[in-house]
């Protein structure tokens, strides 16, 4: 395959995805050559590399995963050709069934009835495919794979079905590429915010409430310092607060379409002899909440923010720390609105998603979400829908990729994927415009010209989930929080026991300026008290001794290991207060 131009390089995402779905056919060849009695499932191309998922009743040590990636070295450097071909449904079935694989016996069974039937064959190993692939194992570097994980996984995603061993693995043109990623695999796995939350006493998960997160007393002060500067931003944009029910009646879901949508992720309950679900979003409440009085075009565009908890059914083998969980808080809000009003909120909602993500040091790329083929309403409204969010941002110079079909079963969205500090993507915030419930809820404003009219509404979300960005922002920062932010603003150290209730006495004073202070009353030597304070990741130290006692000072060191050297206590106070103020970073 020439490499002459961007084509076949990584910058051309086909041909990356190609490399590496050849790459899980490779580890499946490699696996059978090692391991005959396995049976084979499915092996894709997903976004960081490749899987191949295995019939085997044990998770592959550390041990077996580097034999199968000297394996699959070897199969790199023989250079095996590959070669499609295609068979009738009885052949394809057989052939399959005499190789004694039931699961691509049963993917075969499933295609539809006018579907091409293909395979590839390399070297001895064929495998059910409809590809594209590359054209040899020898256009793979066998130097630059690493087989990452091996984790259970639900055949077909049915947690009713057979458990599968998935392994995953990446590949590089260069090994100088593999390199760069397995380090900042690594430097991920320092910044995992569940070691960081057990380390730093944010939060906890407990084996009595799976996916359900508890957050320590510390956990709290992060999350009520991150909401009360959702609550400042919201107000200065005009937003009222809501609150509604976390529990609702069954015919409420079926009004708003959540029920045929959406059921099997609701957790029910029977209240009364009445069918109740607890509400897997913040949406229904708000419409009953915009219908409890009547409006006029005067008071629109209404926007009204609500922070709900709000419960989803994911599977166990989903849960993954605060990013994947079955309650969280959703910072929802709804905003109703005249057509004439849509573009302008549109750009309103992006002008604050701008203000609070640049606070974090967020950048953001965007998504368009077009209608789904499982959709409510009329297409003409739809492409109306698309079209103006469309123009919305374009307006604003921003850059976006649509992505057909991925849409809201109400309406379109534009979707904000979030890059940390790592480079990684995070979808946080969403705009979703929809015709289709107010139409459901019967929403009405008196127009200008004294009727009644439909408003239009945007669900909008900027955090997601405030538990999920509270994970995403504790690997971006590593722990170490902006001081605006953190748990613990200061810590004071005292040198010695004489210098005890000097420490306690700046501690008071800067409690009351209302910083967040602890003082370490240990009797440690200072160098330790030191370094476990820069382990909590504290923003700033205050040394205290003698010295200190005598002239009234503070010696602050920040968490960087930087001295600020002797000053009084309210020339600190300036300078934290200053940063606080301006939540730097």
């Known amino acids: 395959m020439s490499e002459e131009n961007n084509q076949y390089t990584f910058e051309n995402p086909e041909y990356r995805h190609t490399y590496w779905h050849t790459c899980s056919h490779v580890l499946a060849q490699a ?17 960081n590399g490749f899987y191949y998922d295995f019939d085997t009743p044990e998770p592959f040590s550390e041990t077996q995963l580097a034999e199968l990636e000297a394996e699959m070295r070897k199969i790199c450097k023989e250079k095996l050709k590959l070669e499609r071909f295609e068979l009738p449904r009885a052949e394809a079935v057989k052939f399959m069934e005499e190789k004694g694989e039931p699961f691509k016996v049963e993917l075969i069974n499933d295609l539809p009835e006018d579907a091409v039937i293909s395979f590839y064959k390399q070297g001895e190993f064929t495998d059910l495919c409809a590809g594209p692939h590359l054209d040899s194992t020898g256009r793979i570097k066998g130097n630059a794979i690493k087989l990452t994980a091996c984790n259970a996984a639900y055949w077909r995603g049915d947690s009713s079905r057979e458990t599968l061993q998935r392994i995953y693995g990446i590949a590089f043109p260069k090994k100088e590429e593999l390199d760069e990623y397995l380090a900042k695999l690594e430097e991920a796995k320092r910044r995992d915010h569940r070691k960081l939350g057990k380390e730093l ?18 956990g709290m002060v992060l999350k009520n310092t991150l909401l009360d500067y959702w609550r400042q931003c919201h107000k200065r944009y005009g937003y009222v607060e809501i609150s509604t029910p976390i529990i609702l009646n069954q015919e409420l879901w079926h009004r ?132 103006t969010l469309q123009a919305a941002i374009t307006e604003m110079g921003k850059d976006f990729v649509i992505n057909e079909g991925d849409g809201a079963f109400y309406g379109p969205k534009l979707d904000f994927h979030l890059a940390d500090s790592l480079g990684r993507t995070w979808q946080c915030g969403t705009i979703q415009l929809d015709f289709q419930m107010p139409e459901r809820f019967e ?16 669900h909008r979300a900027l955090l997601g989930s405030i538990e999920r960005f509270i994970g995403v922002i504790t690997e971006h920062f590593a722990g170490a929080f902006p001081a605006w932010l953190a748990p613990v603003q200061v810590k004071v150290l005292p040198v010695t026991d004489r210098a005890a209730g000097y420490a306690d006495q700046v501690a008071e004073t800067l409690d009351g300026m209302g910083f967040r202070v602890e003082v370490d009353h240990r009797s440690e030597k200072i160098g330790k008290k030191i370094r476990e304070a820069t382990l909590e990741k504290i923003p700033y130290m205050l040394v205290v001794g003698d010295r200190d006692m005598e002239n009234g000072t503070v010696s602050p060191r920040r968490r960087s290991g930087e001295d600020l050297g002797g000053m009084t206590l309210d020339e600190f106070a300036v300078l934290l207060g200053e940063e606080v103020a301006t939540r730097a970073l």
């Open 31 to 47: 696996m059978k050559r090692l391991h005959p009695e396995v049976k084979l499932a499915i092996g894709p191309a997903i976004e």
């Open 256 to 387: 708003s379409g959540h029920w045929d949508h959406y059921k099997d992720n609701m957790y029910t309950t029977v209240i009364d002899g009445e069918d109740y679900a607890v509400k897997p979003m913040n949406c229904p409440g708000g419409m009953l909440v915009y219908k409890s009085e009547p409006h006029s075009y005067r008071d629109l565009p209404l926007r009204m923010a609500e922070l709900g908890l709000v419960h989803r059914h994911e599977l166990s083998g989903a849960l993954h720390g605060l990013f994947r969980v079955r309650c969280f808080t959703q910072d929802d809000a709804h905003i109703f609105m005249t057509p004439d009003q849509m573009k302008d909120e549109i750009k309103n909602v992006v002008k604050l998603f701008d203000e609070i993500y640049s606070t974090f040091g967020l950048t953001y790329q965007i998504e368009l979400s077009t209608m789904p083929e499982d959709h409510m309403g009329d297409e003409s409204v739809w492409h109306f829908a698309e079209q």
């Open 443 to 458: 929403l009405e404003y008196t127009g200008e010209d004294g009727e009644k009219h439909r408003p239009v509404m945007i």
């Open 201 to 218: 006493g944010l939060f906890m998960m407990a084996d009595e409430g799976p996916g359900f997160p508890f957050f320590l007393p510390k």
